[in-house]
Structures are given as structure tokens and as C-alpha cells.
């Protein structure tokens, strides 16, 4: 499988945790710790989905979601959010940045594949 997965948390461990299942199911991964770094990554790697967290030092999950979405070539990309916000109104705000799906931690590695294929 040639699909290039980002993974963006600030947390090394969860960064760690989902490249490990992720990669378990032969995508490829990428990983930056923050949205700043996230973008340095995409601008010279095409990336087929963006699995990021909310709340993040420097740029946070929606601003980096907004940013993605204001890239010609990244307009359709999938993004995934996983975090521990589950209110009606963080969902909303991840919706309006162009989050398509959001998945609040904790989350079972067979829901976050599921989630990822029918994404791809």
C-alpha cells in the first residue's frame, strides 16, 4: 500500500501509538509534533491523509486544518481529528475548518482504520 499518512500530535507517545497501528495496516507514515511542523512536511511530502490533534503548542488542529484546506492541491485531502474534546461546539468548529472526521480519544485501533479506509 503507497498511501502516505501525517500524523501530527505534540504527544510522542500518541504519535508513537497511531504510527504503530497505522503502519500495522501498510500505510506509510509521517510525523511532525505540532501544525507548523505539519506544514514544513506536506510542502516537499504529498501526504493522502492528515491524522492530527486539537490542541497543539504553536498552531492548533483547526488552524492547521485551515491552512491544508487553503492549499489548491490539499482542498479534498482527508483530515482526521482525534482528541480528547468531544463537545458539540469543538465538532462544529472542526467541521467549519474542514475536519472530515472527528474521533475523540480514547479510540479503538479497528474504529481508527475503519475511519482511515473509508477516508482512502
Known amino acids: 500500500m503507497d498511501k502516505k499518512i501525517l500524523i501530527v500530535d505534540d504527544c510522542d507517545t500518541t504519535r508513537k501509538l497511531l504510527s504503530y497501528i497505522v503502519r500495522e495496516r ?17 510542502a516537499s511530502n504529498p501526504v493522502d491523509l ?10 492548533d488542529g483547526f488552524e492547521l486544518s485551515r491552512n ?3 492549499v489548491d492541491a490539499y482542498r479534498d485531502l482527508p ?14 468548529m ?3 475548518a474542514g475536519v472530515s472526521t472527528f474521533l475523540t480519544k480514547p479510540i479503538s485501533p479497528q474504529r481508527l482504520l475503519y475511519e482511515i479506509e473509508k477516508l482512502l
Open 50 to 59: 492528515v491524522l492530527t490533534d486539537l490542541n497543539m503548542p504553536q498552531m
Open 94 to 96: 472542526g467541521k467549519d
Open 26 to 42: 501498510g500505510y506509510k507514515i509521517m510525523s511532525a509534533s505540532n501544525g507548523i511542523e505539519a506544514l514544513e512536511v506536506m
Open 68 to 70: 491544508i484546506r487553503s
Open 79 to 92: 483530515i482526521i481529528m482525534v482528541t480528547t474534546e468531544a463537545g458539540d461546539a469543538d465538532k462544529q
